[in-house]
């Protein structure tokens, strides 16, 4: 995909991602496109009471009960930030085939950052991305943890 289009669908991600900042959530983003479907979703892991309920986690369940599959072959995913373990566990299974992302996540990044999940030998790979609309995503979570403090 052009990068005009990871840009377009990063913004989506973005757009959710102020969502979940507007109900106290930290401020993630993401968007799935799989087949001729678009799905949008954010965090929701103190709504929900659900430490789960991560934006990647949200979008990959809903994705799968629409197509009617649990396997999202050649699909896309968009986040704000870097997967955590549990959500780069989840792209895996799911065989999502692309994944771009905007920040990294020094912390609980699973991807580049503190762990390179997609490189201990699973039985599949995605294509990455990095670096999306960084700036935009970050300041996003710089400005909701400095509110919080």
Do not use: W
Request: hydrophobic residues 45%; glycine residues 8%.
């Amino acid at each position: 995909m052009p990068l005009v289009q990871d840009r377009s669908f990063m913004k989506m991600a973005l757009e959710e991602a102020q969502k979940a900042a507007t109900l106290g959530e930290v401020p993630i983003g993401a968007v799935l496109v799989v087949e001729d479907k678009l799905i949008r979703g954010h965090n929701r892991v103190i709504i929900d009471s659900d430490p789960t309920a991560h934006a990647e986690m949200l979008v990959i369940r809903k994705a799968a009960c629409e197509i009617g599959n649990y396997r999202l072959v050649g699909s896309s995913l968009y986040v704000t930030l870097e997967p955590c373990i549990m959500c780069a566990g989840a792209i895996v299974q799911a065989r999502i085939g692309r994944l771009v992302y905007a920040a990294r996540d020094g912390r609980y990044g699973a991807v580049e950052s503190l762990l390179q999940s997609f490189e201990l030998g699973l039985n599949h790979k995605p294509q990455v991305v990095s670096g999306v609309m960084q700036q935009q995503a970050s300041r996003l979570l710089k400005t909701f943890f400095l509110k919080k403090r």
